[in-house]
């Protein structure tokens, strides 16, 4: 299972949007609705907060969204924070490969 | 929401054995599906394996025939059994949990630094 491709880093001004997109392929996103997005701050562990495409866990704020079209998923974060500065990784499923990650996208505010 | 705590070696010498613990708090262990994840330079968010209560078991055919993953319910408690490692082996290793096998790893451990010198 070869890893999803992000692009390496995306940046943005406080208050403005960006979007990340995680490339995969007819065998994971391309099949199944199992797409979840982490935020991982420096020295931290990666948190969960996108999954099943769309759906946001309790807590996380709804300036984070994801979608998904064809094979490709994306991540929007809208009206940027500071706090937002952190590393963010997609994740598919992919048959019986349940944890297919992707590349990882720094977000620079 | 369940918390999660690593524990094991920080050093493990070349050809050895790397071994892992992961203590489970504030739910019960048979709702989720224990996943070992690990994270490097190289390689970046690396699954290992995971097992759910029922004893099932899955894993990276990169690392399956290297891997064993255990599930010890009556001291909530899982591990991680990685032979033969090299510096390649090198990372970040964090246990987690899926709620139900939905596909998404809703808790994480604080993760733990393995370290095999070259």
């Known amino acids: 299972q070869s890893a999803l491709t992000q692009p390496r880093s995306v940046s943005g001004s406080p208050g403005q949007s960006v979007a990340i997109s995680c490339i995969g392929t007819?065998?994971?996103?391309?099949?199944?609705?199992?797409v979840s997005w982490y935020q991982q701050h420096p020295g931290k562990a990666p948190k969960l907060i996108i999954h099943?495409?769309?759906k946001r866990p309790s807590g996380v704020p709804d300036r984070f969204s994801g979608s998904k079209s064809g094979n490709t998923a994306s991540l929007t974060v809208s009206g940027l924070q500071a706090d937002d500065e952190a590393d963010y990784y997609c994740?598919?499923?992919?048959?019986?490969?349940?944890?297919?990650f992707g590349t990882g996208t720094k977000v620079t505010v | 929401q369940v918390q999660l705590q690593e524990s094991g070696p920080g050093l493990v010498k070349p050809s050895e054995t790397l071994s892992l613990t992961c203590d489970v708090s504030?739910?019960?262990?048979?709702?989720?599906?224990w996943s070992w994840i690990r994270q490097s330079p190289r390689k970046g968010l690396e699954w290992i394996a995971y097992?759910?209560?029922?004893?099932?078991?899955n894993y990276n055919p990169s690392l399956k025939s290297r891997v064993t993953i255990s599930l010890d319910t009556s001291k909530s408690r899982f591990s991680l059994k990685l032979n033969s490692v090299t510096a390649a082996d090198t990372a970040v290793y964090y246990c987690?949990?899926?709620?139900?096998?939905?596909?998404?790893?809703?808790?994480w451990g604080q993760g733990t630094l393995v370290t095999v010198p070259s």
């Open positions: 097992i759910f209560h029922s004893g099932k078991t």
């Open positions: 987690a949990g899926d709620f139900d096998g939905a596909g998404a790893l809703v808790s």
């Open positions: 007819s065998s994971d996103i391309g099949t199944y609705d199992y």
């Open positions: 099943d495409v769309s």
């Open positions: 994740c598919s499923y992919a048959g019986n490969f349940p944890y297919a």
């Open positions: 504030g739910d019960s262990m048979n709702k989720y599906y």
